[in-house]
């Protein structure tokens, strides 16, 4: 399977615990985005990647999420001292996006779905 | 600001029946993208289609047709002959240019049940 893939699907957790997602995004895909949904929501932007740099990051991110991409390759979400309010399915996607191109549609994984107990 | 409103939902049908998902956005950059995404049950989004704001020209592709009005700041997307198979929340985004990152601005997505 060449699309993008994230582990775990599924994570409960106790709160304050901290956990780790990962995501794998399609090979030679140069941009990396972090997304979380909460339930009836769409899809709201953490954070983004070009190759290793993290380059913009959403005010939803607080001091207690941290994002890594070490090798331009695959990427770690990070949570610290989880709160109830994280729970939420985080959703990791990719493109590729050629110099002096705009954009281009961005290939989403399966997600992440978080629960904090 | 950037923002995308879809008004409906929830939506239910009879098989076979069309329907129109409803879409509208906000921003003031002459140059953005639109988008549709389908969440089946499963979870992951899946690409439908983008349009780029230079083009209004409305696209078909199957029993999916899409409909870019700049004037009216809407871009909708209409299932002919729907089928159980077509049931699902569909999400149209909206990206612009902001800093480079071309993030999606997603609506907050329309639930369609199509019935048997």
């Known amino acids: 399977d060449t699309g993008v893939s994230q582990n775990p699907r599924h994570k409960i957790t106790k709160r304050g615990q901290n956990v780790t997602f990962r995501c794998d995004p399609i090979?030679?895909?140069?941009?990396l985005y972090w997304y979380r949904q909460t339930l009836g929501q769409g899809p709201e932007f953490l954070t983004y990647?070009?190759?290793?740099?993290?380059?913009?990051k959403s005010r939803l991110l607080s001091d207690r999420f941290s994002a890594e991409r070490p090798k331009g390759s695959f990427s770690t979400l990070e949570i610290q001292r989880t709160e109830q309010g994280d729970s939420a399915m985080y959703l990791c996607?990719?493109?590729?996006?050629?110099?002096?191109?705009?954009?281009?549609?961005?290939?989403f994984g399966p997600g992440t779905r978080l629960t904090v107990l | 600001a950037q923002k995308v409103t879809q008004a409906q939902t929830e939506i239910s049908v009879v098989e076979k029946e069309d329907v129109t998902l409803d879409c509208v956005y906000e921003?003031?950059?002459?140059?953005?993208?639109l988008f549709w995404y389908k969440q089946p049950p499963s979870g992951e989004l899946v690409f439908l289609i983008r349009?780029?704001?230079?083009?209004?020209q409305n696209e078909i592709s199957g029993r999916y047709s899409w409909n870019f009005q700049k004037s009216t700041s809407s871009f909708n997307f209409t299932i002919t002959a729907s089928q159980v198979v077509d049931s699902a929340v569909y999400f149209c985004?909206?990206?612009?240019?902001?800093?480079?990152?071309?993030?999606?601005?997603f609506g907050t997505g329309t639930r369609l049940k199509v019935l048997a």
């Open positions: 996607a990719s493109s590729l996006v050629g110099a002096g191109q705009g954009t281009s549609e961005q290939f």
């Open positions: 090979s030679e895909h140069n941009r």
């Open positions: 990647f070009q190759n290793e740099a993290q380059l913009e």
């Open positions: 921003t003031r950059d002459t140059t953005y993208y």
């Open positions: 349009r780029n704001s230079f083009d209004e």
């Open positions: 985004a909206l990206s612009v240019p902001t800093s480079g990152t071309y993030k999606y601005i």
